[in-house]
């Protein structure tokens, strides 16, 4: 059993909208091949894998290091004891080579690339969704197939204006979300505030809002929204500062008494741990955002996981960033919190196979084999013109 090619290509993600920091308007990301030469159904096995957005594709980095140490290595390094799949940590391992610790920039997502593709390919040479080989191999054996989805949106639109801003929030809950997400820092605080206080008007009972900052605050600046968001009953207050300034967000739980959410800008196991140490995250309320597929893969989210264990925070904190069907498998698998979602962008890579409806802010898992790409007409007809 061997990995026989790994194919990347650049696609674009591009739109015009923009956060508090960048706009979308060159975004790309890396989609990812791993083909096998396991045969299932008279046809080999290939596992796909993108990286999310807000970081860029990565093919220099796939092309030059980690898809050449994996071709080059050899095949029985690469599958489990057993001898009857591909074991993604030695996968990992084996990209890793010659990679010294820290500085976890951009490779992370790389790896994070090729590792949602290794996924792919363990899950559908064992038959199954991805959920359930998690659940059978590191959870508790049984798949929460109902996972919370949030719908994130929002962005600063050229020309959107507060009518124009509710509709897409009204659009959300019509498709069956219960908690929407807008931008804030993108605009002078009182500008956010009408923006929130719009959306906030047209949520019935039981519907929340979300805010996210993607960074942009210094300290006196995100103590300022903190005071000015705590009049609302907002789900989460998002990335107020640098995601690596923990001393910022420790502050920030001084001024800011709701729930708080950060994460997807850091890219490993050891940042996810300073976070926990000196960040001053509260276990009973604020959320944790870590995107397997921009920080080396679920191989390294099993570590975060276990990280977190140690210090106390269940699974059930953790709703990924990134919108994608691999972090909706290790919800059901793993029992995070839910996972976020992008209904009207980064189209085709981000959302649920075909058929699967939103229910008051949850989707139910279908019984797909592997990731379950191959129900997402528009996507698979992506990932297979790659591999063929
Ligand atoms: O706008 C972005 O870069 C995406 C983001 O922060 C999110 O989905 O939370
Ligand atoms: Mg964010």
Redesign the pocket.
């Known amino acids: 059993m061997k990995i026989v090619d790994i194919r990347e290509v650049a696609k674009p993600i591009k739109s015009n909208i923009r956060?508090a920091?960048?706009d979308f308007s060159k975004m790309t990301l890396s989609l990812v091949a791993v083909v096998t030469d396991v045969i299932r159904d008279g046809k080999p096995v290939i596992g796909y894998g993108f990286n999310s957005?807000?970081r860029y594709g990565q093919g220099s980095l796939i092309r030059e290091r980690f898809r050449p140490r994996l071709l080059e290595a050899a095949p029985e390094s690469l599958v489990n004891d057993a001898g009857d799949n591909l074991d993604p940590h030695r996968i990992w391992a084996t990209m890793m080579t010659n990679e010294k610790p820290g500085g976890h920039g951009e490779r992370s997502v790389a790896v994070g690339t090729i590792d949602m593709a290794v996924w792919d390919a363990v899950a559908k040479i064992a038959g199954k969704p991805l959920y359930q080989l998690l659940a059978e191999q590191y959870g508790n054996g049984t798949p929460g197939r109902r996972v919370f989805v949030y719908a994130?949106g929002g962005?600063y639109h050229p020309g959107q204006d507060l009518e124009a801003l509710k509709n897409e929030m009204r659009g959300y809950l019509e498709r069956g979300y219960k908690v929407v997400?807008k931008?804030i820092g993108g605009a002078p605080l009182a500008e956010d505030l009408r923006r929130i206080e719009a959306i906030l008007s047209i949520l019935p009972a039981g519907c929340k809002l979300a805010v996210?900052a993607?960074g942009r605050f210094d300290l006196p600046t995100a103590i300022q929204y903190a005071k000015a968001l705590s009049q609302y009953d907002l789900f989460w207050y998002?990335?107020a500062g640098d995601p690596l300034d923990y001393a910022l967000q420790a502050e920030l739980a001084n001024h800011y008494a709701g729930p708080m959410a950060t994460g997807?800008n850091l890219f490993s196991m050891q940042d996810a741990r300073n976070l926990i140490r000196y960040g001053g995250m509260r276990a009973d309320r604020d959320w944790l955002?870590f995107d397997c597929a921009l920080s080396y893969g679920l191989v390294e989210y099993l570590r975060t996981l276990e990280m977190l264990k140690d210090n106390g925070w269940s699974p059930a904190r953790c709703i990924p960033?990134?919108?994608h069907q691999m972090s909706l498998n290790i919800a059901a698998g793993l029992g995070l919190g839910g996972n976020?979602s992008?209904p009207d962008l980064f189209q085709p890579y981000g959302g649920f196979p075909d058929g699967v409806k939103v229910v008051d802010s949850y989707i139910e898992m279908p019984e797909l084999p592997g990731i379950g790409f191959e129900g997402k007409a528009d996507l698979i007809a992506e990932m297979r013109a790659l591999a063929s």
């Open positions: 956060n920091y960048i957005n807000g994130a962005y997400k931008k996210d993607n998002e990335e997807e955002q960033h990134g919108g976020e992008y």
